[in-house]
């Protein structure tokens, strides 16, 4: 039983003008009053002094990796979960390449049954395909029955256009989301965004058109199939300008954007000199990609942001450009690097809320509450106004791939509160 003790609450919708004591009990949030006011009814209840802070619902991811099974040297479900605690999570999505491939029902046990440790909630997405090989597809019915909350072939694409005509046509009988990493293999043939930083690095570059053939394609079959599809990590203005071409046409269709794509650039990796912690998939865009995902942000062409947590060993990403695996770890940055766009004026704090919590939720069917009486309590306590070096021995994560370490940033989760309980503070 706790009382978090003069907070500005920021919801996506509900609106509280004032500061306000949020009382907590059982996992529920019981009572919401003005910080002012004495309710001697809660007099025995532990008293958490937060002022100047912000309380906001808790974060949800819907696209990440934890490596687990199979690849427990980059991450696990429990260092991956610690990780996202950090930055403001409670529940997170688990992409389905790993080792063996989330394709049967006893590898969503496994992670349901390890993810019961981390007081957060883990929901595994399921491989499209039989071990992720893009010829036969997984049993749907059995696999959604087990839990899973949609399917992906996520760090790779169905090239073939049958197969995942197929795979549309169980979205719909099913009614869960296709998860789509959209590239034409034919064409990601490089190693960052092919242009002119690629051509000054002297790194092989992959163009933007392997993305949005790909989503083209996606679009088109789902607009036949009457699917329900996602598009993942959008990275080009030209993949913007498709989706809002379908979408006029009323599918039933969502997509997200990382926040490594919202803040960083092509220029970003040249100037990195060889930096392998920018090396992405898809890879970073132009300039005018990156304010044109913000305007897509703003005008909720977009719907919501995901992470895309990569993690990588050092060994992994300390060789050749070329020839270091793709992805960042992004779980802890997430707010952070997104709320330097706030900071900007280019992105108002409550939309960058309402993209971090209800809208990815609303996407796979995810429950999540905003801050109000009768709700549960998964809250994430911010500190707006703190000032920090991002640095590699903070880290949570068993990996540290992150293009941010170094750098300072302003406004931080500090707190994370899941069903009731702390379950990361840094205060």
Request: hydrophobic share 35%; charged share 25%.
């Amino acid at each position: 039983m706790i009382i978090l003790k003069n907070l500005e609450i920021i919801n996506p919708k509900k609106d509280f003008n004032g500061i306000f004591d949020i009382v907590i009990k059982k996992g529920k949030i019981i009572d919401i009053f003005p910080s002012n006011q004495f309710k001697p009814e809660y007099k025995d209840f532990k008293i958490l002094d937060l002022k100047g802070k912000v309380a906001c619902p808790s974060f949800v991811d819907i696209h990440s990796h934890l490596r687990d099974p199979g690849f427990e040297y980059k991450e696990d479900i429990i260092s991956g979960s610690e990780s996202a605690k950090k930055g403001g999570f409670t529940d997170i999505c688990c992409m389905p390449n790993t080792n063996p491939v989330i394709d049967n029902e006893e590898v969503v046990k496994y992670i349901y049954e390890k993810a019961k440790q981390t007081k957060i909630n883990i929901y595994p997405i399921a491989s499209i395909s039989k071990s992720q090989n893009g010829e036969n597809l997984t049993e749907f019915g059995h696999l959604i029955e087990a839990g899973v909350k949609a399917f992906s072939e996520d760090g790779k694409d169905i090239q073939d256009s049958y197969l995942f005509k197929i795979a549309c046509e169980y979205s719909k009988f099913f009614n869960v989301p296709l998860l789509c990493h959209c590239e034409d293999n034919n064409l990601s043939y490089g190693f960052m965004r092919e242009g002119e930083y690629s051509t000054k690095a002297g790194i092989m570059g992959t163009p933007s058109i392997s993305e949005e053939i790909n989503v083209f394609r996606n679009l088109k079959i789902a607009e036949y199939t009457e699917a329900k599809i996602h598009i993942c990590h959008i990275s080009s203005y030209g993949t913007l300008e498709i989706i809002n071409f379908f979408k006029n046409k009323g599918l039933n269709i969502t997509c997200e954007v990382t926040p490594h794509h919202l803040t960083l650039t092509d220029k970003d990796v040249y100037e990195s000199e060889y930096n392998t912690n920018f090396k992405v998939n898809p890879p970073l865009g132009t300039e005018k990609d990156k304010n044109e995902l913000i305007k897509g942000l703003n005008n909720d062409l977009i719907d919501c942001i995901a992470t895309d947590h990569a993690p990588h060993s050092e060994d992994e990403k300390l060789v050749e450009f070329e020839f270091a695996p793709y992805g960042m770890i992004g779980f802890e940055t997430a707010f952070t690097v997104c709320y330097q766009l706030v900071l900007e004026n280019k992105l108002t704090l409550k939309k960058l809320i309402s993209k971090l919590t209800v809208e990815p939720a609303k996407i796979l069917n995810i429950k999540k509450d905003e801050i109000e009486i009768g709700a549960k309590a998964d809250i994430t306590i911010l500190d707006l106004n703190l000032e920090k070096i991002y640095t590699k021995e903070e880290i949570k994560s068993k990996s540290k791939n992150s293009p941010f370490i170094g750098k300072k940033y302003k406004g931080w989760p500090v707190m994370t509160i899941s069903k009731g309980e702390i379950v990361f503070s840094s205060i």
